[in-house]
């Protein structure tokens, strides 16, 4: 039972991060009909960013994270920058685009920080909670509650404000987007900053987590694409769900098959999609290619 | 107020031309239709207009300001409101939220949401629903709800009959002629005909993407040629 919880929990733990790079994955899918694979390199600026600001410049950990979300949501906006020319003009250049800029940062994150990568000391007290008998990490807590509030502000911008209603309608008709005033390269650009955002607040979270280093963003990335996949491409519930499903999914497969862990989660998967191809929360998916 | 110049407008599409050399004046308060049969560069003038079509003209303005150099969504700043063929609400927000949208460049503070409402009491009613649950009646009248938010000076409507019920076809002519009658200035492109000559005082006849005919509704009401291939007397 002891061993369950654990499993459990690190599932949540992970599932949370998963979620969040899966949002990040869906907000630019669902503005621009676009898949960013630079998605998981921005993960992994956002982790080296965050530890670098939190190891090297000694800021808090949570002033760290907010400085690395703004370092990769300027990514974000470059990125976004250099892709509008090809928008509504080739739709396949522009998604080479996004995997150039991948490997651009990949390779900007060896220059910096070295090949080798480094680990990352726990921001808070390594020993666990206790909760009602159950022994949760602490660090745990924190990630679980952090992403549930960045996904909570996230909906409330969304729903609530007149940029998120914008960015919402971008996403469901361009030209009547574009007919009633929004201008939808802007908001194409605050998708792909928030999806930066989001991106490096996952990195930030899992840096202590994991061992931070320049190919995290590979593993990362496929990992969050296919909890946006299993949630329903482009949904923001979807990510949610998704995330939580696939972090679940892949604790308990460490758990139970060691090193196959990864075949087993992935296969699981595989069959999910193959069952039911729009994911979980199956939305008629954006079509604009 | 202000008028809508076109002059010398023309759409290609890779090597399909669309328009070809249309030119046409709306004054303040003035209506004005286009009709013509499926294909014939009805639609595409309209969002040749808008910017949202790729285009060349001698020039569009609209009073003082050039909207050939103008990107399109800074039009709806000038006073120009949009009812895309087809509806085009956002079907996952509700009607609200599309009301709202339409008033996208102003303050959400005083929006005339409420005379809206005043037109269209049913948009009132379901101003919490999806507006992609509505029927295709209701989420015309969102749409030319929406394009009142922006309190127009002239309202451009692409196909507002398309599909809908002759009584829903006579509820949104009676709309138009109401607006019409209070100010607001109307670009009526239609297949429907009868509504068009119905709703407007002058007319303009489309054929393979350029004017064929024009003059007042009336008269080319009681062409014998108009009403035999548009109105099939």
């Given at each position: 039972m002891q061993v369950f919880l654990q499993t459990l929990i690190g599932g949540v733990t992970f599932g949370a991060v998963?979620?969040?790079?899966?949002?990040?994955?869906?907000?630019?899918?669902?503005?621009?009909?676009?898949?960013?694979?630079?998605?998981?390199?921005?993960?992994?600026?956002?982790?080296?960013?965050?530890?670098?600001?939190?190891?090297?410049?000694?800021?808090?950990?949570?002033?760290?994270?907010?400085?690395?979300?703004?370092?990769?949501?300027?990514?974000?906006?470059?990125?976004?920058?250099?892709?509008?020319?090809?928008?509504?003009?080739?739709?396949?250049?522009?998604?080479?685009?996004?995997?150039?800029?991948?490997?651009?940062?990949?390779?900007?994150?060896?220059?910096?920080?070295?090949?080798?990568?480094?680990?990352?000391?726990s921001?808070?007290?390594t020993g666990p909670i206790d909760v009602a008998g159950i022994r949760i990490p602490t660090y745990s807590l924190m990630v679980i509650?952090?992403?549930?509030?960045?996904?909570?502000?996230?909906?409330?911008?969304?729903?609530?404000?007149?940029?998120?209603?914008?960015?919402?309608?971008?996403?469901?008709?361009?030209?009547?987007?574009?007919?009633?005033?929004?201008?939808?390269?802007?908001?194409?650009?605050?998708?792909?900053?928030?999806?930066?955002?989001?991106?490096?607040?996952?990195?930030?979270?899992?840096?202590?987590m994991?061992?931070?280093?320049?190919?995290?963003?590979?593993?990362?990335?496929?990992?969050?694409?296919?909890?946006?996949?299993?949630?329903?491409?482009?949904?923001?519930?979807?990510?949610?769900?998704?995330?939580l499903?696939?972090g679940l999914l892949d604790s308990f497969a460490a758990g139970n098959f060691q090193?196959?862990s990864?075949?087993?989660?992935?296969?699981?998967?595989?069959?999910?999609?193959?069952?039911?191809?729009?994911?979980?929360?199956?939305?008629?998916?954006?079509?604009?290619? | 107020?202000?008028?809508?110049?076109?002059?010398?407008?023309?759409?290609?599409?890779?090597?399909?031309?669309?328009?070809?050399?249309?030119?046409?004046?709306?004054?303040?308060?003035?209506?004005?239709?286009?009709?013509?049969?499926?294909?014939?560069?009805?639609?595409?003038?309209?969002?040749?207009?808008?910017?949202?079509?790729?285009?060349?003209?001698?020039?569009?303005?609209?009073?003082?300001?050039?909207?050939?150099?103008?990107?399109?969504?800074?039009?709806?700043?000038?006073?120009?409101?949009?009812?895309?063929?087809?509806?085009?609400?956002?079907?996952?927000?509700?009607?609200?939220?599309?009301?709202?949208?339409?008033?996208?460049?102003?303050?959400?503070?005083?929006?005339?949401?409420?005379?809206?409402?005043?037109?269209?009491?049913?948009?009132?009613?379901?101003?919490?629903?999806?507006?992609?649950?509505?029927?295709?009646?209701?989420?015309?009248?969102?749409?030319?709800?929406?394009?009142?938010?922006?309190?127009?000076?002239?309202?451009?409507?692409?196909?507002?009959?398309?599909?809908?019920?002759?009584?829903?076809?006579?509820?949104?002519?009676?709309?138009?002629?109401?607006?019409?009658?209070?100010?607001?200035?109307?670009?009526?492109?239609?297949?429907?005909?009868?509504?068009?000559?119905?709703?407007?005082?002058?007319?303009?006849?489309?054929?393979?993407?350029?004017?064929?005919?024009?003059?007042?509704?009336?008269?080319?009401?009681?062409?014998?040629?108009?009403?035999?291939?548009?109105?099939?007397?």
């Open positions: 998963y979620a969040l790079v899966a949002m990040g994955f869906s907000i630019v899918y669902r503005t621009m009909g676009l898949v960013n694979f630079a998605h998981g390199s921005v993960v992994m600026i956002g982790a080296y960013a965050a530890s670098t600001f939190y190891m090297a410049s000694k800021l808090p950990f949570a002033v760290a994270i907010i400085v690395a979300i703004a370092v990769t949501a300027l990514i974000g906006l470059v990125i976004e920058r250099f892709l509008r020319p090809l928008e509504n003009k080739d739709f396949t250049l522009m998604l080479i685009g996004t995997i150039g800029f991948g490997a651009v940062l990949e390779a900007g994150a060896v220059l910096v920080w070295g090949a080798t990568g480094h680990a990352v000391p921001p808070v007290a509650a952090v992403a549930a509030a960045a996904t909570g502000l996230l909906a409330l911008f969304l729903q609530r404000t007149k940029r998120g209603a914008a960015m919402q309608a971008v996403a469901m008709d361009h030209q009547a987007a574009t007919a009633v005033g929004i201008h939808v390269g802007r908001s194409n650009a605050m998708a792909f900053a928030i999806g930066a955002g989001l991106a490096a607040l996952a990195g930030s979270l899992i840096g202590p994991l061992y931070v280093n320049p190919t995290m963003g590979g593993t990362l990335g496929i990992k969050g694409f296919a909890a946006a996949m299993l949630g329903g491409f482009g949904s923001m519930p979807g990510a949610i769900v998704g995330g499903v696939f090193e196959y990864e075949l087993v989660t992935f296969l699981v998967f595989a069959v999910i999609v193959m069952v039911r191809p729009t994911g979980i929360f199956g939305e008629a998916t954006v079509n604009r290619a | 107020m202000t008028t809508l110049t076109v002059e010398a407008l023309s759409v290609h599409y890779g090597g399909v031309r669309a328009a070809h050399d249309v030119s046409f004046t709306l004054g303040p308060g003035q209506s004005l239709g286009i009709i013509g049969a499926n294909g014939a560069g009805k639609t595409s003038t309209l969002k040749a207009v808008m910017g949202l079509a790729p285009r060349q003209a001698k020039s569009i303005r609209f009073g003082e300001h050039d909207l050939l150099r103008a990107p399109a969504h800074t039009l709806v700043r000038h006073g120009i409101g949009y009812v895309p063929e087809g509806r085009h609400v956002f079907p996952g927000l509700t009607v609200e939220k599309n009301l709202l949208l339409g008033a996208y460049t102003s303050s959400w503070k005083r929006t005339p949401i409420d005379e809206v409402f005043d037109l269209f009491p049913v948009l009132g009613e379901m101003r919490g629903r999806l507006a992609g649950a509505l029927s295709g009646g209701q989420q015309q009248m969102l749409a030319v709800g929406r394009a009142m938010m922006c309190r127009p000076q002239v309202m451009l409507l692409d196909e507002p009959s398309m599909g809908l019920s002759p009584k829903l076809v006579g509820d949104i002519a009676g709309v138009l002629k109401k607006l019409n009658a209070a100010g607001l200035a109307i670009l009526l492109v239609e297949q429907n005909a009868k509504l068009t000559f119905d709703v407007t005082t002058t007319c303009l006849v489309m054929e393979n993407g350029e004017i064929a005919a024009s003059g007042t509704s009336a008269e080319l009401s009681h062409d014998p040629q108009v009403r035999r291939i548009y109105l099939g007397l």
